[in-house]
């Protein structure tokens, strides 16, 4: 068995490559980028040709960095490419440009990729990892998922940061919408008929990871996923952050989460936010890894068995 393997997340804003050892189960390398593929998708329903030439742009230049074959990459692609009307030219674009071939997964299979990633994650931070419900904010939708004792459900509710922002600065409703998805995400959970306070809070993705560097003095440049894993961040950080950003200029948040974050990340903060209410939880479990460790272990694991 070939023990690297490069996996590729193409999420509705970002970008991310990961080279990984499939023997010793570590990260070998790794690129990020926001690619903002999702810009504008909620008025048009498309894909746009300029985020499109983003994402060929930041595929050519991950090559470079990583140094891999992009035909031999495992590529999955979620929930801006769901939405897209023309995502099937989309995908045909990116495979003519880069010879990089992406699955565009459900959000199921996205939930339980997640979660794969996370369940290595907590066992390497020696974090105890039976019961725990875990949130992924995404840029176009979030999954929750009720992890008990390597038994799950998970749910793929339809918002993210990037559809949510856009929404909201053309309709200034947010805290409303906010409200019925709290109520969405309540009757998911109540169906499940468990005592939530058997559960810990584990959150993964962007924002989460953001909050956590900014309590722990790192900004964008300084940013590293090993000290930010396994961080406490609770909801006290949240309005730290929040009050960090409406008193900070564009280029200051610029620098503390980087660029094309600056106008999602307080939609992001509301989010994780109301999770916290949802759960009635004081604080979560952070973690940097999600979907492309998941899709390089999923790839790993069923290698091995082959």
Not at 169 to 184: A, G, I, P
Not at 279 to 291: A, M, P, R, T, Y
Request: charged residues 25%; contains cysteine; negative net charge.
């Amino acid at each position: 068995m070939n023990q690297e393997v490069v996996s590729v997340d193409l999420g509705s804003n970002s970008f991310r490559v990961l080279k990984y050892d499939c023997i010793n189960h570590k990260i070998i390398s790794e690129y990020n980028e926001v690619v903002g593929m999702a810009d504008g998708l909620v008025d048009t329903g498309l894909i746009s040709k300029e985020a499109q030439d983003r994402v060929v742009k930041a595929i050519l230049h991950s090559v470079e960095i990583i140094n891999y074959n992009p035909s031999k990459a495992v590529c999955v692609t979620t929930a801006a490419m769901r939405k897209a009307s023309n995502s099937k030219e989309v995908l045909n674009y990116l495979k003519d440009k880069t010879n990089i071939e992406f699955e565009i997964i459900d959000g199921f299979e996205e939930a339980r990729l997640t979660l794969l990633a996370v369940q290595y994650a907590l066992k390497r931070e020696k974090i105890d990892s039976k019961n725990f419900i875990l949130l992924d904010i995404g840029g176009g939708s979030t999954e929750i998922i009720v992890n008990t004792n390597d038994i799950y459900e998970a749910h793929s509710f339809d918002f993210g940061i990037v559809t949510m922002t856009q929404k909201y600065l053309k309709y200034h409703d947010l805290h409303n919408d906010l409200d019925s998805r709290k109520k969405e995400i309540k009757e998911f959970l109540d169906k499940l008929n468990i005592n939530l306070n058997d559960y810990s809070f584990v959150a993964t993705a962007g924002t989460p990871t953001t909050i956590a560097a900014i309590k722990l003095g790192q900004d964008f440049f300084s940013y590293d996923r090993n000290i930010v894993n396994g961080a406490i961040v609770n909801l006290n950080d949240l309005e730290y952050s929040l009050n960090i950003f409406k008193n900070s200029s564009k280029e200051e948040i610029a620098k503390l989460v980087g660029k094309g974050r600056v106008e999602f990340i307080e939609v992001g903060i509301f989010i994780y936010k109301a999770i916290f209410e949802v759960l009635n939880k004081n604080e979560s479990i952070v973690l940097d890894d999600g979907l492309r460790e998941g899709v390089a272990i999923n790839y790993c694991l069923n290698k091995c068995n082959n």
